[in-house]
Every structure is written in C-alpha cells, then in structure tokens.
C-alpha cells in the first residue's frame, strides 16, 4: 500500500493547486463587462464654457468611449482627421478648431494634466476626467 499513498498525496496536491489557481484568477483577472468604467468628459469651449458628460462604458480608449457617448447623447459629437499618429481631433460638438484654418485646436487633459497621447491611443481608466479645452495657438 506504500505505492499509493504518493498518488493520493499527489492529486490531493493538484486539488489544493487547482483551487489556489481558480481562486488567484478570480481575484486578478481583468474584468471586462458592459460600462464597467465611470469617467467624466468634458468640453470647454473657446469662451471658457463648459460641459460634463458622465459616461459609464467598458471602452479600452478614449476615442470609444466617446464613440459610446456620440451614439447616447445627441449634444456630443466629434470628427477629425485620420493621421500618422491617429485621429486628430478637428470638430467637438460642431466647434472647428483646425491649426492651419482657426490658429486653435482641441487640447486634450487627463485629470487636469496635458494629456501625453492621441484620442485613439488613450487608455480609458475608471473614475478619470477627460478634457478637450479649445485653445488659441499663442
């Protein structure tokens, strides 16, 4: 009977394994369900007026997310042109600011900090603000 005691011992081993495995999943796997993120954007205009949007939505960037907003709210919209480096925002609810054309474009802050990436590239985190400030170029 010494030859089955290892076996027993192993598979009670792969059963502690296995629950140790499912229960680490659970807790650390990313979890993906529909407006699992609550953010904020916002849009100020070139006279300093601004405008919340409170968006629940599972979006991975922020050009979905406000894709999602588009489609929900009729008072939100936005277009650009596609680039080198992703799509630059060129119109928000129907005010065109366009460098060459208006000497102004669409700045983009992540919680009151100049945002370091393009609409297309920038992740979507839960709780976060997101701004698009009309400027003049200086």
Known sequence: DLHSFPTRRSSDLDLVLIALFALLYGRFSAKSTAGDKAI????????????EYDVDTDAEYLKDAMDDLAEADDS???SGKDSGYGLMVQVINGKQAIYEEDGAYWALYVNGEYGQYGVTEQPVTDGDTYTWSYEAAE
């Open 76 to 78: 939100f919209s936005f």
């Open 40 to 51: 904020v954007i916002e849009v100020v205009d070139e006279s300093g007026n601004s405008t």
